[in-house]
């Protein structure tokens, strides 16, 4: 049996990821400085390190006190715009974070790391779907931190023996039980719900992209395919060396027409969307190619749209 360590394992997708690993046999060690993780969501049967992985003396001593195999790096700070007002928190905490972990791994001889990474990395690209191979180019400093932690992991693993995959998600929603809905707030379908509760019509941000609809297109992807991802990426890690970056999206983009349309149905009544002007830096059309996940993890998603905001609603609820 296996142990692996997950840093920010009490956040939004860290728990889910953690309940997966323990669902295929291996035992989990939740490292999350609880900054934007709920210690209650932390499995019972998983250990709990309350501590930032900024402190690399204590992940260090967790990676050697529970003899952890790989890790699984989720702990970063991820709202855009934030990063746009706050650059150096975010260089801090997620590159910081970074070099801190990777320094911790090389004391502890540590040999697997899966890091969660972000279709953020890709910007605006000049075609649809993206494929792994599509230039980078960030259009955030959320999305620089994201692409600067790809190259660090990528750097490290030439200098000494690392097995490693970044997963580049795309557009995550849902919950895997109702207890693990995404309390943020910050993303779409999150945003919908809360302001259907203060009486308000959500909002569509632009209507003039070119799209089918107008409005823009998204990959969503459900958190519970997610941490079968994560599962399968650790196994990889596992069977030997490896050193390569997955998309993680369904392949197949929604517009937020279509998410509004779809969580109308899943409450039963119209939900009266409203479209306003564009949101500055919105991309219209972010959609994954699927092929290398699908080819070398044999990895695809099983749910749909209106899986991710029926149980979107009931954590809500
Ligand atoms: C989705 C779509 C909005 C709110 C960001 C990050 C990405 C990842 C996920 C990660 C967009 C539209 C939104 C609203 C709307 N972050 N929208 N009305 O911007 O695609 O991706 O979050 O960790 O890296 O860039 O996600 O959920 O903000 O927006 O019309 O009230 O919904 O314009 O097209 P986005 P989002």
């Known amino acids: 049996m296996t142990t692996w360590l997950l840093t920010g394992g009490a956040g939004y997708i860290g728990a889910h990821v953690a309940r997966e690993l323990l669902a295929s046999g291996r035992q989990v060690v939740v490292l999350d400085d609880l900054s934007a993780g709920h210690r209650e969501r ?3 049967d998983a250990t709990f ?6 402190d690399t003396a204590a992940v260090r001593d967790a990676l050697t006190r529970y003899d952890v195999t790989g890790v699984i790096h989720l702990a970063a700070k991820k709202a855009v715009g934030e990063s746009v ?3 150096l928190l975010y260089y801090r905490e997620n590159v910081g974070g970074m070099v801190s972990l990777l ?11 899966v890091y969660s990474s972000s279709a953020a990395v890709y910007g605006d ?5 993206i494929s792994e191979d599509t230039p980078c180019a960030p259009l955030s400093p959320y999305g620089q931190t994201k692409l600067i932690g790809e190259w660090m992991v990528r750097d490290e693993a030439v200098a000494r023996p690392l097995s490693w995959v970044s997963l580049r998600y795309f557009n995550v929603a849902g919950a895997g039980s109702p207890d693990l809905g995404d309390s943020s707030a910050n993303n779409l379908i999150p945003l919908v719900f809360a302001a259907l509760d ?3 019509a959500p909002r569509v941000f632009g209507t003039d992209y070119p799209t ?9 992807i459900h958190v519970s395919d997610l941490s079968e991802a994560h599962v399968a990426a650790a196994a990889l890690c596992e069977s030997g060396e490896v050193a390569t970056v997955f998309n993680v999206g ?8 279509q998410v509004m349309a779809t969580v109308s149905e899943v409450v039963g009544r119209d939900v009266g969307a409203v479209a306003v002007e564009r949101r500055v830096g919105d991309p219209p059309e972010l959609v994954a190619s699927v092929d290398r996940i699908a080819g070398e993890l044999g990895w695809s998603a099983s749910r749909d749209l209106r899986d991710m905001i029926a149980s979107a609603y009931a954590a809500h609820r």
């Open 42 to 44: 932390v499995p019972a």
């Open 49 to 54: 390190i309350g501590v930032s992985v900024l």
């Open 85 to 87: 007002e706050k650059p």
């Open 103 to 113: 320094q911790a791994m090389a004391d502890a001889g540590t040999r697997c790391l």
């Open 125 to 129: 690209p000049p075609w649809s779907p």
């Open 198 to 200: 203060r009486g308000e």
């Open 212 to 220: 089918d609809d107008g409005s823009c297109v998204r990959d969503y």
């Open 250 to 257: 369904t392949g197949r983009g929604a517009s937020v027409w």
